[in-house]
């Protein structure tokens, strides 16, 4: 690239953001890393473009060029996940839901979600949140003795409460979703479905989770987690509610789309149709176990006892910490996660009694299971002794280790 001022500190800041994914061992269960081609769609000249509309339908001239990337994204979206529709413009997870909600409800309808400190989602209803502002959400919550979705429980709120929409996906929780039960729920109370698959998208199209696609009347996902694309969001939806999903996110919701980050998500998406992302999906969740079994034989309790999927909640007051220290600790070894309420947790959320730890990132590095049992070795050696500098000198030795054996893919 020309004409980039090397002296901005800007680019110092970038630098140092790189070296620090690249030193670090990404945990954090929502994040991952993209392929070059993906972040070089992003600093294209398409972030100069207004193209409000849609493809065909546009405020502007000159959007030939970008209409032909929007409907490509919007094509290899519906092949990938089987969809009728897709709408690849919200410019993140929670643009997507808040557009569903505009489409499907009328300000004050209710709502059925999962709790937000049992692993829902802040867009699911949280008071302060668009959603808990302008909807009657109501919310069902995990299981006390399994610490799983008892849907059973769901059946019943669904009966008593009579929700408009019943909306299931998580952003904390380890268990695969039954989605055919929620759609079978959704029918007996003749309410409508939506599902928020931001966390496992990329385990659907991977074929590592079942797929809510069949079942559900939308369905909103981010980018940027397992998929492993660009941030920002997407929506499938069936039937006719394409229509009123597009009106909703422009100009409901949103102003001009983002065409660089629709390229990138065109890319990821084609990246995603590719025959390795099948296996990369496999192996992120097969990576989730192999580091959920070791901490759990290193005497860390696993909520609900395992995982499905990419993540897991660990429960860190089984060896007498917190979220917050044990997520300040691991930081200080270059392992990057984040506390996390556990379901029925006593600690206010700042601190909270576990952390969540997702493979999505360290399995794109390369890291496979035998990593996964070092990895979890050192975690359970750091959280038991977080103050004890031989431990933490020698963590951090093996994640130096590991870091420079597996490079970001790309990124050298
Ligand atoms: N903040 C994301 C997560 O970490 O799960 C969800 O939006």
Redesign the pocket.
Known sequence: MQNIKKDDPVWGFVADEAARQSGHLEL????NHTSNEVLAALGTCLTDKYAEGYPGRRYYGGCAHVDEVENLARARAKELFGAAHANVQPH???QANVACFMALLEPGDRVLGMSLDHGG???HGHPKNFSGLFYDFHAYGLDKQTERLDLDAVRDAALKLRPKLLLAGA??YSRTIDFEAFASIAREVDALLMVDM??IAGLVAGGAHPSPVPHADVVTM?TH?TLRGPRGGLILSRGDWFKRVNSAVFPGGQGGPFMHAIAGKAIALREALEPGFRTYAAEVVKNAAALAATLTEHGLRIVSGGTDNHLMLVDVSSVGSTGADAETALGGVGITC?KNLIPYDEQPPMKASGV?LGTAAVTTRGLGVSEMETLGRAIAEVLRAPKDATVLARVGATVAELTSAFPIPGRG
């Open positions: 954090i269960a929502s994040e993140s997870g929670t989602h802040l867009s952003s904390a931001a966390h981010t987690k984040n969540r």
